[in-house]
DNA sequence: AAAGTGATCATG
DNA sequence: ATGATCACTTTG
């Protein structure tokens, strides 16, 4: 309904993000992540929506990182290359996007919690009809879903993560969603 | 405030 | 095999 599109011929300059910024431990990529285009293409058509909000999840001592209970099946994704994509499934109805974010066997990643125009990861997943068909997709190279730069850098604020309560305290106080301020 | 929904992981 | 739990959203 309302994403972003970029009209083609558009001399606006438009840059795929490739693995620099992804190789970053995931509290320093997820504010980088603000101001970026979420790009998505399905059947021909390219969505393209600008990332607002974004939480980090880090290492495997991050009692609200997947990574904290080992490598298991479905979080054993977190141990790839940044840059990876991440989703899973979550209270049996919300598809949940993320990037991977450090080097190889660096667990971590970052949850795409907004673009614009959406707010919630699973409203985002569902606008840029992003599901587990993706899981695993390398961003750098995928003609699914990419990232891009538009030169657009957000001011943005900080607050605890949300839905993480299961988390020791030390950690559900982390200061790691970041919050584009638009004004 | 509480349901809805199913994968995932730990337990047995 | 069973059961609790869950990076949430919608409805009342």
Known sequence: MCLINIAEGDNMELKKVGTEIFLLPAV???PKLLGKLLCRCVDGNIIKARITEAEAYSGEEDTACHAHKGKTPRAGILWRRGGTSYVYLCYGMHEMFNVVSGLED??????????TGYSGPGRVTKAMKIDRSLNGD?????????????GTEYKYHTSPRVGIDYATEEYRLKPWRFIADIN
């Not at 660096?106 to 673009?115: C, D, H, K, Q, S």
């Open 28 to 30: 320093e990529l997820a």
């Open 138 to 150: 390398d961003m750098t190279v995928s003609d699914r879903l990419w990232v891009e730069d538009d």
């Open 106 to 115: 660096e667990p971590g990643a970052v949850l795409i919690r907004g673009v």
